[in-house]
């Protein structure tokens, strides 16, 4: 009988049947799968959606501090430039005035340091001048005397023919070292 029965719920189970289950599980399924249902709506999707919008508004807040910060970089770069291409000036400014001080500097001190060897020049010149004089009087006295003394020997009648040779070559001595 068993076999019969087993026969009969074989025969009654075939085809759409299979595919379907009972109609108590599939009460159960539905009711399970509404409560599920009603329990994702209300908690879980706010939960999520929640969730979801504080992520993208902390993205879009940090892509907003970023490009703030990229546009502040910016602005302190462009700043830095300007200021470089500032001081890059100021600086050929200096070098050239410094060169241009230099340049006058120089021409300054070549035209003092030709006045001064041309003084030095005229100094030495000056001084040259006066030793020769000086030289020329002295020659002048030293002749004058040798003069009185040969004149004094010739007058005094001592002086014969070897003694004024004598007389004249010491004369001519003499002013050869007075000379040099």
Do not use: C, H
Request: net charge negative; glycine share 4%; charged share 25%.
């Amino acid at each position: 009988m068993i076999q019969i029965l087993a026969q009969e719920v074989v025969e009654e189970s075939s085809g759409i049947d299979l595919l379907l289950p009972d109609t108590s599980e599939l009460i159960a399924g539905f009711i399970a799968f509404s409560i599920i249902f009603v329990f994702v709506w209300k908690w879980v999707i706010p939960a999520a959606d929640k969730a979801l919008t504080a992520r993208q508004e902390a993205i879009t807040g940090q892509l907003t501090q970023a490009e703030t910060v990229k546009q502040e970089a910016e602005s302190l770069l462009d700043d830095y430039k300007k200021q470089l291409a500032q001081a890059k000036s100021e600086a050929n400014t200096i070098v050239e005035e410094a060169r241009q001080a230099a340049d006058v500097l120089r021409s300054n001190l070549v035209s003092q340091a030709e006045e001064d060897a041309a003084s030095i020049r005229g100094k030495a010149r000056a001084d040259a001048g006066a030793e020769m004089d000086r030289a020329a009087a002295q020659i002048k006295d030293e002749v004058a005397t040798l003069s009185l003394e040969l004149a004094q020997m010739v007058v005094a009648g001592s002086v014969d023919e070897s003694v004024q040779r004598t007389l004249v070559d010491r004369y001519i001595d003499d002013l050869g070292n007075l000379a040099s």
